[in-house]
């Protein structure tokens, strides 16, 4: 409307005659418009699925009121504001047509055959071969990076309880039956109810081991019980051990390693502590008192001791013939939480039933459904009602697209005035439908259907029609100003809807984002069609265009416009438009790399020639321990980690590269520990206990000093197999050839067969700060430890620390860095380091940050 009175009134008419003139010109045209649009849209609130009923609702009711708005209040508010303020409607000459020129002139002759012959088969192609499939996975809607997404999926990785189904019986034989059912479909993982499943076969299977478990005995002492207690079952027994010098110190070891066992256990809950605490100190004085070799002190400890193991292990049995002799469980019997879950109030039974594989998909959920259906067909829950309601959505968007088309068609019928008329008035929207279907199966844009995206199909089909009308009509007036005002108007309508919509491609909602990307490229294309494909055709089958404009002097070209380079420049912008978000669409939520992401190449720490094996297999080591830290919230500083053959050895051949890294080991240790809390600024594969300090104790059996470790075992309570302790056994200059690791599951056996000099005893221990803190506190191993450690003939320079290590690591490593201005990856970590609070590499810093690790802050 605003276009053509513009052109009127450049053209010299007064406002309200160029009011009356546009209602003459396209009045008719845009209230056809309107109510085709507006009719497409409410044909949809036809359908069965709410949403779209209602979407068809609120926007063919808007619409009929913009046109009512359009036809009495616009043309008021143009009079009234061109009377007050005329030159705010830039009637100079030509001003819009320079902005939205008309594309291109008409193709005649053999290139418009040519022409109209591309687009017939583009649109058939397209219906024919084109996107019909549909994507029902709500979790492609989600926000790519969205914590939402990123947890369901790992949810699914792992056991995915969010989605299942649910089936409700009356009476437990029937629920019996149908769980076995069920649970025999291959479709099912595995189902969930208040009783558990095979509970009577299990029973059975369990009736042996309930028979022999109800005639064990609780036997105490060395082969011989007193009392008449132990007749009967032992509940009460005792015995007495007689204790001789020559099993003080086995025992007293057997008694220190049951007690480190009580004590772990403890420390798990207060009921344990609470428990254990008697039991402990019973064991406590039995160790204490076969320390002084009292016998009769002895013989009271281990009385008292075992009469306690006595009605332990009555306890454990009962408890023990109680979970092998359970008794049948009914209803009665159902603990609340179950109850309240599985159990209704009418007493009706509830059977979750969980899918096997994926049911996210539509054909994953559709086989789920289709297969619980030929047990029950009255199960629910969210699985069936999402298949149910995405089929009734599809089944609605095909009845809403027929219906559209078949209102619009009958509009275009009962006012074009003719068969041909309404059928030229529909090719831009033909093609552009089918074009659309081609381009998103051929091209690869990243376009689909979707339960968000399909909205689309009654927006295009609403919309689409307005070009094709008011070009027609306009044509058919024979006025060439008619027909370009039309035609502007068209241009300018296209590219705000394309620019609206085209907006949602930027939405991190994929949903939202994909219905924005189908809309702006199916306006696009119908646009195109518009300009190009529905003049070839009026130039062929139109009518009135011939006949020549009499206002506007000699007759008009058919169909005047820019020079053929003006028209390529209009042509490439469009398409730029048009592809934008659907090319944001594919790209994914990626949105680049991050400022602080650095390029790093590690080597193994110690190896004494770096290679582009021992890089790789280091990187693979980083690689997963960074992907573990992420996974359990850790938030390390960004490293891209680059493990491709050519890059890690492209590094690698840098020497200055290669002897900055080698050093780094025992110097990132500290900060290797807690990636979240120190800023780690790169780590390492963790070693297996939390220490900055580790000392290597060791028993001098000559006059050798380290030479004795030579081909000797060492003690380890942590993972020997770390690149922490292969480094250690190396450090200082002083190689220890041929040690050996030996992990030991109690430490405190190591300890005593050290001091013994036992057969097999270890060369030395690995003790760290944290363990040598607990022995600290008990009264019993440390005496024993601490003689070991202030022996005269402990060699006290094969005692090595981190700390010493740590700083001549970090002074080589520092100066490597300073060494190899031109290094990105060395630039990169003296600026992390900066950030991190570590610029000056010196221990004091490091043993401020270890205190403040240690402390908790």
């Not at 809950?269 to 008192?289: H, I, K, M, N």
């Not at 594919?586 to 770096?610: C, F, L």
């Not at 051949?653 to 080991?665: L, Y």
């Not at 450690?789 to 860095?817: I, Q, Y």
Request: aromatic share 6%; proline share 5%; hydrophobic share 50%.
């Amino acid at each position: 409307f605003y276009t053509h009175y513009r052109r009127f009134r450049a053209a010299g008419r007064a406002a309200p005659s160029a009011v009356a003139a546009t209602y003459d010109a396209v009045g008719r045209s845009l209230w056809l418009d309107g109510v085709a649009t507006a009719a497409a849209f409410l044909a949809a609130g036809l359908t069965e699925f709410p949403g779209l009923a209602e979407l068809g609702v609120i926007a063919g009711a808007g619409l009929l009121i913009c046109l009512a708005a359009m036809y009495v209040l616009f043309p008021a508010l143009l009079v009234v504001a061109d009377r007050r303020v005329p030159q705010a409607f830039g009637l100079g000459p030509d001003g819009a047509a320079r902005l939205v020129p008309v594309i291109a002139r008409a193709p005649r002759g053999r290139t418009g055959t040519i022409a109209l012959a591309a687009a017939g088969l583009i649109t058939v192609g397209g219906f024919a071969f084109g996107e019909y499939e549909f994507n029902t996975n709500l979790l492609d809607l989600q926000a790519g990076d969205g914590e939402a997404g990123v947890w369901q999926r790992r949810l699914m990785e792992v056991d995915d309880r969010a989605r299942f189904a649910v089936a409700l019986y009356r009476d437990r034989s029937a629920f019996e039956r149908a769980r076995e059912r069920f649970e025999a479909l291959p479709e099912v993982r595995r189902t969930e109810a208040a009783f558990p499943a095979g509970e009577a076969s299990r029973r059975a299977a369990l009736a042996p081991l309930c028979a022999r478990a109800g005639a064990l005995e609780v036997r105490m002492g060395r082969g011989r019980t007193e009392g008449p207690a132990a007749a009967a079952g032992g509940r009460e027994a005792s015995s007495a051990v007689a204790v001789q010098p020559g099993h003080a110190r086995a025992l007293r070891r057997e008694l220190f390693a049951l007690r480190s066992d009580l004590r772990r256990f403890a420390r798990r809950s207060d009921e344990a502590e609470q428990a254990l605490r008697g039991f402990e100190d019973g064991v406590t004085r039995l160790y204490r008192s076969l320390g002084t070799l009292d016998p009769a002190e002895a013989d009271r400890s281990v009385a008292a001791v075992e009469a306690r193991m006595g009605r332990a292990l009555e306890s454990v049995r009962g408890r023990v013939v109680g979970l092998l002799c359970p008794p049948p469980l009914d209803l009665d019997r159902v603990p609340p939480p179950l109850r309240s879950r599985f159990v209704g109030r009418d007493g009706s039974l509830a059977l979750y039933i969980y899918p096997e594989g994926d049911v996210w998909s539509g054909e994953g959920s559709a086989r789920f459904v289709r297969a619980l259906r030929t047990v029950d067909a009255n199960v629910f829950g969210g699985v069936v009602s999402f298949h149910d309601n995405a089929a009734a959505m599809i089944r609605s968007f095909a009845e809403a697209a027929a219906l559209s088309a078949g209102v619009i068609g009958l509009l275009l019928l009962l006012f074009m005035g003719s068969l041909r008329g309404a059928a030229l008035a529909a090719i831009p929207l033909v093609v552009g439908l089918g074009a659309l279907l081609g381009v998103m199966r051929w091209l690869r844009l990243g376009l689909e259907w979707n339960l968000a995206s399909f909205f689309a199909v009654p927006i295009l089909i609403g919309i689409g029609i307005a070009g094709g009308i008011h070009v027609v009509r306009a044509h058919d007036t024979g006025s060439s100003e008619t027909l370009e005002g039309a035609m502007e108007g068209v241009v300018f309508s296209a590219l705000t809807t394309i620019i609206s919509f085209g907006m949602l491609g930027f939405a991190r909602h994929q949903g939202m984002a994909m219905l924005g990307s189908i809309v702006a490229v199916g306006v696009g294309l119908n646009l195109l069609a518009t300009l190009y494909v529905l003049p070839a055709a009026l130039q062929r089958w139109g009518a009135g265009r011939d006949r020549g404009d009499s206002s506007a002097g000699s007759g008009p070209p058919a169909h005047r416009g820019p020079a053929a380079g003006t028209a390529a420049v209009g042509t490439v912008v469009l398409a730029a438009a048009l592809l934008a978000p659907a090319g944001l669409q594919a790209a994914g939520p990626d949105r680049g790399v991050a400022a602080d992401t650095a390029v790093v190449v590690m080597v193994k720490p110690g190896d004494p020639a770096a290679t582009p094996d021992l890089a790789r297999d280091f990187l693979d080591r980083l690689g997963a321990y960074l992907q573990e830290a992420r996974a359990f919230g850790e938030r390390p500083v960004r490293v891209r980690i680059t493990n491709r053959r050519d890059e890690a050895r492209a590094l690698l051949d840098d020497p200055a590269t290669v002897a900055a890294f080698v050093p780094v080991g025992l110097f990132l240790e500290l900060e290797a520990r807690r990636p979240g809390r120190l800023r780690a600024l790169l780590t390492i594969p963790r070693f297996g206990s939390d220490v900055d300090h580790v000392s290597l104790l060791v028993r001098r059996d000559g006059p050798e000093r380290v030479d004795a470790l030579t081909g000797a075992e060492v003690a380890v309570h942590f993972d020997p197999d770390t690149l922490f302790l292969r480094r250690v056994v190396g450090v200082g200059g002083r190689q220890l050839p041929g040690v050996r690791l030996r992990p030991v599951e109690n430490l405190a056996d190591a300890v005593f067969d050290l001091v013994d000099g036992a057969p097999g005893a270890p060369a030395g221990i690995l003790v760290d700060d944290e363990l040598l803190a607990f022995f600290r506190d008990d009264d019993l191993v440390w005496p024993e430890l601490r003689v070991l450690w202030r022996s005269s003939e402990l060699p006290r320079d094969v005692v090595v620390t981190v700390g010493e290590d740590g700083a001549a690591a970090s002074e080589t490593f520092a100066r490597a860095l300073r060494a190899m201005p031109g290094s990105d990856a060395g630039r990169a970590l003296l600026e992390l380091m900066d950030s991190a609070g570590f610029a000056p590499l010196d221990r004091a810093r490091l043993d401020e940050a270890a205190r403040l690790y240690r402390e908790g802050r």
